[in-house]
């Protein structure tokens, strides 16, 4: 139903930037966001950033004011702009896509993408 591939990862100097990118397919109306999500060795996965169809954007506390979510949709692609980056960034980056919902808030993801490797040097 959902089809999901990042790219834009790689290696970068703490302080740079990199802009990742996920490519979106669906044949089915049950998601109505997209997500991006990172998980680093040892620790659990964190929803870092969330984009509605409506375009609202969400960040984790960890991220905002340093990562952007933005999306294409002539181009069918959502994208995770991150600026100011921190070793503490450095993870698997997952593209996510699911339902936030219009009651609490709450979003659950149901499709993941392969992943994309951020690393980040001190």
């Not at 702009?81 to 339902?99: F, R």
Request: net charge positive; hydrophobic share 30%.
């Amino acid at each position: 139903q959902v089809q999901l591939v990042e790219s834009g990862g790689g290696l970068v100097q703490a302080g740079g930037s990199l802009r990742l990118s996920c490519v979106v397919s669906k044949s089915t109306n049950s998601i109505n966001a997209i997500g991006w999500s990172r998980q680093a060795p040892g620790k659990q996965r964190e929803l870092v950033a969330t984009i509605s169809s409506g375009g609202s954007t969400k960040y984790a506390d960890s991220v905002k004011g340093r990562f952007t979510i933005s999306r294409d949709d002539a181009k069918n692609t959502v994208y995770l702009q991150m600026n100011s980056l921190k070793p503490e960034d450095t993870a698997v980056y997952y593209c996510n896509a699911g339902w936030i919902s219009a009651m609490t808030g709450q979003y659950n993801n149901n499709y993941w993408g392969q992943g994309t490797q951020v690393t980040v040097s001190s």
